[in-house]
């Protein structure tokens, strides 16, 4: 796979990517506010199971990965990652009897790490590609955009569907392209948003918009081309010329 990071002449120097990350995590904020506001008194004391979570599972879960996303990067300064967080389900087990207050302070406690994690890290080590091997070349910038803000959206994107209200749906992944696009280019951060569009077309049908965000994607991110190869969102795409044209050349 060609790793060769894309130059986009309109992508912010490594001083506004970190102020454009601070940004992101505003807005990851916002969403999970929005996320929340979903919920009345109810549905906030439900009890989840591992197949069917409750309200407060989602932001036990996001908390999680956001922790994680927060400890690589203070890992900067010894050079070690940490440990990867327990799974999904094993975190569910971890987190099950958490009352709904204790979910949201737990995942505001974790955009806030972020926050002071990224305002002190050196602009370098934010954005430098191949500073240590387990990014697998890779940089920060694009992995605090995943887990810190594009994560969350996958989740409201559910909320609004199992509430079904599929416009409000798509209009919070075209938002999530819109925000990525206007604080760091069209880079390797823009292309994951319009790849996460592409898979929310694929899975729900529309092939011929699913197409054209992942040939965006690919074009801008080739880092996401393996992995679009064995990703089960895209299954549905494969034996479509127009798909498999993708990765001809």
């Known amino acids: 796979m060609d790793t060769t990071e894309t130059t986009d002449t309109n992508a912010p120097n490594a001083q506004a990517k970190q102020a454009a990350l601070l940004k992101i ?3 990851a904020r916002a969403l999970e506010q929005t996320l929340a506001s979903f919920f009345d008194d109810s549905a906030r004391a439900a009890v ?12 036990a879960h996001l908390a999680v990965w956001q922790t994680f996303r927060a400890r690589r990067l203070e890992a900067i300064s010894t050079g070690n990652p940490p440990e990867e967080p327990e799974s999904n389900d094993e975190a569910f087990q971890k987190y099950r009897d958490n009352t709904w207050s204790d979910s949201w302070a737990m995942a505001m406690r974790a955009l806030d790490k972020n926050a002071t994690v990224i305002a002190r890290t050196p602009e370098d080590d934010l954005t ?15 992995g605090v955009v995943s887990s810190g803000y594009l994560h969350p959206v996958e989740h409201v994107t559910q909320m609004y569907e199992e509430r079904g209200d599929l416009a409000a749906a798509e209009r919070v992944q075209l938002e999530s392209v819109a925000v990525v696009s206007g604080l760091f280019g069209k880079g390797e951060e823009y292309g994951i948003a319009a790849y996460n569009l592409g898979c929310f077309y694929a899975k729900r049908g529309r092939v011929d918009d699913a197409i054209a965000q992942v040939r965006e994607a690919l074009a801008v991110n ?5 992995w679009s190869k064995e990703d089960s969102d895209l299954v549905s795409l494969h034996s479509l ?9």
């Open 48 to 59: 989840g199971t591992v197949e069917v979570w409750a309200p407060k599972d989602h932001f």
């Open 25 to 27: 995590i505003d807005h």
């Open 128 to 142: 430098h590609p191949e500073r240590f091997p387990w990014m697998n070349g890779g940089s920060f910038v694009s």
């Open 241 to 249: 010329p127009a798909y498999q044209a993708l990765y001809v050349g």
């Open 222 to 226: 080739p880092r996401l081309t393996d």
